[in-house]
C-alpha cells in the first residue's frame, strides 16, 4: 500500500540474507521502505517502536525476541510466530488472547552444522504474514489504543524487570542451596 512505509532495522546486504535492497528494486516497493543501518541509541529506538503501528517478527529460530519486547514497552503491538520466547510475548498465557496477532508455524524444517547437530526452524506463509499485516492496518483508533494498552499491562505484569531480577536471584539461591535435594544422577547408554 502506497501509504504504508516498512521500517528495518537491518543490514539490507547481510551475507546471512537476501539482498534486502534488489528484493524491494524486484517488487517495485523501494520508495515504502527504510532501512535503518546505523547503531541507535535507546531512545532513538523508542521513537522507531512509537512512530510504528506494529512490530512484526517472523524469524525461524527466534530464541527471545528482544525487539518485539522492546516494541511492547512502548504500547506497540507485535506480529510474530508462535516459537520459542516470541510465543509468551505473542500470546498472553494468562487467557490466550493475543498481544498483536499471533501467527501459528506452518511448516518446520530439521537442520543442523557442525556447531549445532540439529535445530527447528519454524516457518509462516507470505500470505499469512501479509494477512496479519492487513488485520493491524485496518485496526480503528478506539480498537488500536485497546491493543496498546492491554500490551503496555501485559509488558508490566510478565516482563518487569524488578520481577524478572527478583526470579533470577530466587531460582538461583535454590539451586545453590538445594541442589542436592533435586540431584538426579544420570546414566548414559551406548546404543
Same mark, same amino acid.
Given at each position: ?64 525476541? %528482544? &525487539?518485539?519486547? +522492546? /516494541? ?6 507485535? *506480529? ?5 520466547? #516470541? ?64 500490551? %503496555? &499491562?501485559?509488558? +508490566? /505484569? ?6 524478572? *531480577? ?5 531460582? #538461583? ?19
Amino acid at each position: 500500500h502506497r501509504n504504508a512505509t516498512l521500517i528495518m532495522h537491518c543490514d539490507p546486504y547481510d551475507h546471512e540474507g537476501a539482498n534486502l535492497v534488489q528484493v524491494a528494486e524486484m517488487f517495485n516497493i523501494q520508495n515504502n521502505i527504510l532501512f535503518s543501518t546505523d547503531r541507535l541509541d535507546f531512545d532513538q529506538m523508542n521513537i522507531l517502536y512509537n512512530i510504528s503501528d506494529f512490530c512484526i517478527n517472523i524469524a525461524f529460530a527466534e530464541g527471545f525476541g %528482544l &525487539s518485539t519486547l +522492546e /516494541s511492547m514497552q512502548a504500547g506497540t503491538p507485535i *506480529i510474530a510466530q508462535k516459537t520459542g520466547g #516470541l510465543t509468551r510475548q505473542v500470546v498472553d498465557h494468562r487467557d490466550g488472547t493475543e498481544n498483536g496477532v499471533a501467527l501459528d508455524v506452518e511448516m518446520r524444517t530439521l537442520v543442523g552444522s557442525q556447531q549445532v547437530p540439529y535445530i527447528y526452524e519454524d516457518y509462516v506463509s507470505v500470505e499469512t504474514a501479509a494477512n496479519a499485516i492487513m488485520k493491524m492496518y485496518l485496526l480503528d483508533s478506539k480498537d488500536r489504543k485497546k491493543l496498546s494498552d492491554k500490551v %503496555l &499491562s501485559y509488558v +508490566e /505484569s510478565e516482563f518487569n524487570y524488578q520481577d524478572m *531480577i527478583d526470579n533470577w536471584d530466587k531460582t #538461583l539461591w535454590e539451586k545453590i542451596h538445594n541442589w542436592r535435594d533435586d540431584y538426579k544422577r544420570y546414566c548414559v547408554r551406548e546404543i
